[in-house]
């Protein structure tokens, strides 16, 4: 009952960040203006503000902090590591490689055009760790998958600072997407994530069960019927979706997929039903949240939310870190 009634007052909390997402900005536009706008378009500038603008930044908001909080989560699980995010499968280099490409090589300059060379990317740089770590003797293991994520992620790293150094020109774009931003998506690019990130969710919570069962060991997880090889597949498969759409649509943003889920096993314990659940909530609140204090701390000027998060995540993960009995997996 006190996970249900946390995670009831988590929904209503994700509700009102939502509700500051559109109402907040550099425009001021009083509340209840901002809700009639939001019901009936007057063609007046204000409501071009609200429904092209504020709605499409809160609803992406809410699929990339749901999205990084399940993929951080699920990477943590998997490797039983409280320290892990999706960034140890190379799923942010192999997104950032594609765009560092795309700009360098065929021009893209939006961020629509992005999405798609990202997404390819991550998935890419996905299935090459997870084949890397199968191969060879033995079960895929988390730590093989690991070093493979870390050492393609090397390489890749080399790549695009070759590649930003013989271009110059490519620096100036991709440094926009490199810090993380909510500002300048549009429905389309809602429309184009989506259908990865939903998905990935449903993977996600399906796992649920086998993650739990196999925290009690691979062993004892084979002996009550779970498969860990599937297991790590889907997961790897719902990490690269998660993450994957998620970076595409607003750049590598730091510390969500790292810190949440911690916040997440503070409150509801080991169990990942939990874990994912709160995980799928908090992480939206602290995006969106970010984002609203960015637009309105150097206001009429914005900051980007990967600082913010940055700023706000860095000394809740410290905090976290230096606990004698951290949240056990």
């Given amino acids: 009952m006190r996970r249900g009634i946390g995670l009831a007052l988590s929904v209503g909390v994700l509700g009102f960040v939502v509700l500051l997402s559109l109402w907040v900005g550099t425009k001021n536009i009083p509340f209840t203006a901002t809700w009639d706008l939001l019901l009936r378009d007057d063609g007046s500038g204000d409501a071009a503000i609200i429904r092209d603008v504020r709605v499409p930044r809160a609803l992406l908001g809410v699929l990339v902090g749901a999205a990084l909080g399940l993929a951080g ?5 998997l490797t039983r590591n409280p320290l892990a995010d999706p960034g140890l499968l190379g799923v942010n280099m192999g997104a950032a490689a594609a765009v560092v490409s795309a700009i360098a090589f065929f021009g893209v300059t939006s961020a ?21 770590g199968s191969t060879g003797r033995g079960v895929v293991g988390p730590d093989r998958l690991v070093l493979s994520g870390a050492a393609l992620g090397a390489v890749l790293y080399a790549f695009i600072s070759a590649v930003l150094l013989l271009h110059a020109h490519t620096f100036h774009s991709f440094r926009f997407w490199n810090v993380g931003s909510l500002a300048g998506r549009t429905l389309e690019i809602v429309g184009q994530v989506a259908p990865f990130i939903l998905p990935g969710i449903l993977i996600a919570f399906l796992l649920a069960p086998s993650l739990n069962v196999l925290a009690l060991g691979e062993h004892t997880g084979k002996a009550l019927g779970a498969n860990p090889n599937r297991t790590k597949g889907f997961g790897v498969l719902a990490i690269t979706l998660l993450a994957g759409a998620g970076t595409a649509a607003a750049g590598p943003i730091g510390f969500v997929g790292l810190a949440v889920p911690q916040v997440a096993r503070m409150i509801a314990g080991s169990d990942q039903r939990w874990v994912l659940s709160y995980s799928a909530v908090l992480a939206p609140v602290l995006l969106l949240g970010a984002d609203v204090i960015g637009r309105v701390l150097i206001a009429p000027q914005e900051m980007e939310v990967g600082i913010i998060t940055a700023f706000l995540g860095a000394p809740v993960f410290i905090a976290l870190c230096r606990r004698r009995k951290p949240a056990r997996l």
């Fill in 73 to 77: 989560a699920l990477m943590q699980a």
């Fill in 112 to 132: 629509t055009g992005y999405v798609w060379f990202a997404l390819a990317g991550a998935a890419v740089v996905s299935v090459a760790v997870y084949v890397l």
